[in-house]
């Protein structure tokens, strides 16, 4: 039927009420979909992709990326919902009848200039960035924040391809200091190398040598501790640390440039050699971990063939076994740290990550189950503390 006037019918100028509907429903069966596909549980969906932490400090950095996706996505939905309404009901229609189109709807109508429309889609993003911006910085304050007297201070060597933890200073949930500062003990200043000459226009000048006249072999900024974990080829370095307390982290390098990371931290920090002359901050703290148990480490910079064995393990345990740990560190000096881990009833060998073939070989002998990661006590396996040792 054409109207007197020579236009279409009211039928074909926009779609019918019904297949509206259905292309809505379509499009929520999908997002549903793609929702339940991915097999995420909803703790898992509301962290948009982001890991679970074990730290306060992993805590706000979530806080911080849920609300940034979120406002993401509903910059995300106002523009999906204009393209689809323009797609839906402007797009051009059909013209089978042999009626010529009026002139103005050929075309839709030209705008050249739009001054209001134009400053706001301006001045809109630039809020957007001073708002994200601004949460940013409130995170990253205190993601960085630093505490005078933490409670356990660990001194974290990296060296080429493993780890060396040692306590720096130890406070006892009790207020007993365990472990004092004044205990560790600094590697040699640097030695100057025996002097060598060079001829300089007629002027005999000392030549510098490497870091300008110094011994590389000697490392004056690394740190050495009565109470250390010494990783090796063979063995995974498990540094015991406290729940719900403040720990320091203090890197350093005794090589190249490595990287202490650990996942579940949800940060992570380059250690150099020679931090001060890099001009580097070494120190991190974490406010408390949150649970026990076991966590994997590992370097997250390419610092050489080997790179990738450089894993350890961080396992968090109660402040009873933390503290009874070190004092029987303390008491038994020359005790590895697989017999002190044992005597106070926990998994003398790593639970996440195990030792790699440091030969060059196309397949390793991992085992297939290391251990139970969430809980490392052995008292259920029979386990009795060693003599003198107060786990409660």
Known sequence: MKLTHGGRSSARRSPSASRTVKRVAALGA?????????????EEAVRFGWPAGVTTES?????????????????GVLVWGLIFWTITFHRRKGNNDTTPRPADEEFPRQTG??????????????????????FTVVTQ??????????AVVVDVTAFQWNWKFGYNSVRAADGQQLVDSSEAKKGEPFALNIPEYYEHEGERKQLPGPAGGRDQK?????????????????????????????VEFNLAS??????????????KRDTFPFPEQNHQNPKFQISEIEREGAFVGRCAEMCGTYHSMMNFEVRAVSPAVFDAYIQWRKD?????????????????????????????????????????????????????????????
């Open 113 to 134: 200039y739009n001054v209001p429309l134009e400053l706001a889609y301006t001045a809109v993003p630039f809020v957007l960035i001073a708002v994200l911006f601004y």
């Open 59 to 75: 805590k706000s950095m979530l806080t911080l990326w849920q609300w940034a996706v979120i406002a993401a996505l509903a910059m």
């Open 254 to 267: 005794a090589d190249v440039v490595h990287s202490f990371w650990v996942p579940e931290f949800l940060f």
């Open 141 to 150: 304050t205190k993601v960085e924040k630093m505490e005078d007297n933490p």
């Open 332 to 392: 038994n000096p020359t005790a590895g740290n697989a017999e002190a881990l044992t005597a106070v009833c926990q998994e003398p060998q790593s639970v996440v990550t195990a030792p790699f073939n440091s030969r060059r070989v196309s397949t390793t002998d991992l085992p297939d189950n290391l251990g139970d990661a969430n809980n490392t006590s052995t008292i259920g396996k029979g386990c009795k503390p060693a003599e003198g040792v107060n786990l409660s």
């Open 218 to 246: 000697i490392r004056d900024y690394l740190t050495f501790n009565d109470i250390e974990v010494l990783g090796t080829s063979s063995e995974i370095p498990i540094l015991l640390l406290p729940t719900g307390t403040r």
């Open 30 to 42: 999908l997002a549903l979909t793609a929702l339940f596909v991915t097999g995420c549980s909803p």
